[in-house]
């Protein structure tokens, strides 16, 4: 497994060794051990979640407040997605920075996102299949939402109309009203 540490080097891009040949595609999405050894940390995952999403769809940026914070391991099984993480940890020298990243099927990289980031993603193609493994479990009463075109925070979307987005984060507040 290669491992890059990005501009805010607690997110860290995964890209796991891919074996192809005439029968098809294998490789390992998730290896504890493998993991640890190429990143140092040993997270304990207690949910997977799925979600499916159409073209032009934009989810987030969610986050979970302690003592029910998440670190999530994203990844694209179908699709493509460009998949940001937000610096909301206080006392970082990143806080208010962003990561952004393109994942794909095809490209099979994956992001590990630790507790203390808000997330988010658009997604790319017609469709795409989105699978992230957590830290903790959702906790509706925990989470929160931060609005996706904050200009405080200045992501840079690869979008040219506006995005679908959910009720839910129509309703996100800006990073300066988040009050962290």
Excluded at 26 to 38: G, H, P
Aim: hydrophobic residues 35%; aromatic residues 12%; glycine residues 8%.
């Amino acid at each position: 497994m290669k491992t890059t540490r990005l501009i805010i080097p607690d997110v860290i891009l995964l890209e796991p060794q891919v074996h192809i040949d005439d029968r098809g595609v294998f490789f390992e999405s998730f290896n504890k051990k493998a993991f640890k050894e190429a990143t140092g940390l040993a997270p304990n995952f207690v949910q997977d979640n799925h979600s499916e999403s159409i073209k032009g769809v934009l989810r987030g940026l969610h986050y979970q407040l302690p003592p029910k914070a998440q670190g999530k391991l994203v990844r694209v099984t179908q699709g493509e997605v460009f998949d940001v993480a937000v610096d909301i940890r206080k006392n970082s020298p990143t806080f208010g920075q962003w990561v952004g990243q393109t994942l794909s099927a095809e490209n099979k990289k994956q992001l590990w996102i630790p507790e203390g980031f808000a997330h988010g993603l658009l997604t790319l193609s017609e469709t795409a299949d989105f699978l992230y493994k957590t830290t903790d479990y959702y906790a509706p009463e925990f989470e929160r939402c931060i609005r996706w075109d904050d200009s405080d925070i200045g992501i840079k979307w690869p979008i040219k109309n506006p995005p679908l987005i959910s009720e839910k984060d129509e309703q996100g507040l800006f990073f300066r009203q988040i009050g962290l």
